[in-house]
């Protein structure tokens, strides 16, 4: 199954500052979710974005999708210091299985 | 929103030894689960697929044998590492779906097994 590509690795911002994340993928999705990851935990479901939809919103994050480039972002607006997680994006192909990206490691500073 | 627990956290063992781990989903119908391992710093990998009632298809390249899926109700699954070795410690997550829920998936809090 395919993976997402996720850039950047890593991300440092100061609290208050957005924080941008990328995710490029190869083939046809069903959908495309982003997930965080507090260190050692499972896994938080942000938001789901159909391949036929191309923004979303929930609070603070904005997703996009953009099926002809075969790419999403996720913003987080107005960081905070409780943000600080990996981020993954995850495909989800009509095979049902979901398929997770290298991640994005964002660190918030106080 | 859904909860799925996943027991144990942690989990220290012999080389040797077998290791279950729990995934139960807690209110609602899991119809299908998933098994991921994830090495540090690294992403998820897909290891299986169990549906409730039925063998568990596992990933190219996971041995069957190795990991054992039970999927015996529709809300517990059970991975267990048999004869672990050192290069089995890792952290091992779960997910749930449920019939309306396939697409988006609840993740238990992972295990981390570490085998000496």
């Known amino acids: 199954s395919q993976q997402g590509e996720e850039d950047p690795q890593a991300l440092s911002i100061q609290e208050g500052e957005n924080a941008t994340m990328n995710c490029s993928y190869k083939t046809s999705i069903n959908n495309l979710q982003w997930y965080r990851q507090n260190s050692g935990r499972g896994l938080v479901h942000l938001i789901l974005i159909r391949s036929n939809e191309r923004e979303k919103h929930s609070g603070r994050l904005r997703v996009t999708l953009d099926t002809s480039k075969k790419s999403s972002s996720l913003l987080i607006t107005a960081s905070r210091a409780a943000d600080t997680a990996s981020y993954f994006c995850a495909l989800f192909s009509n095979d049902y299985k979901l398929s997770f990206g290298a991640g994005t490691t964002v660190t918030v500073r106080a | 929103g859904a909860v799925v627990s996943q027991h144990p956290s942690r989990v220290i063992c012999k080389s040797g030894t077998s290791v279950k781990i729990e995934c139960r989903s807690l209110?609602?119908?899991?119809?299908?689960m998933f098994w991921y391992r994830q090495f540090p710093k690294q992403s998820l990998m897909l290891m299986a697929t169990?549906?409730?009632?039925?063998?568990?298809?596992?990933e190219q390249g996971v041995e069957k044998d190795k990991f054992l899926i039970n999927h015996a109700s529709l809300t517990l699954s059970t991975l267990t590492v048999t004869s672990a070795h050192p290069e089995d410690s890792s952290f091992y997550i779960c997910?749930?779906?449920?019939?309306?829920?396939?697409?988006?998936?609840?993740f238990g809090s992972g295990t981390q097994l570490s085998v000496l």
């Open positions: 997910s749930a779906g449920g019939v309306r829920t396939i697409e988006k998936l609840f």
């Open positions: 209110d609602f119908q899991a119809t299908t």
């Open positions: 169990s549906n409730e009632g039925s063998k568990a298809t596992y």
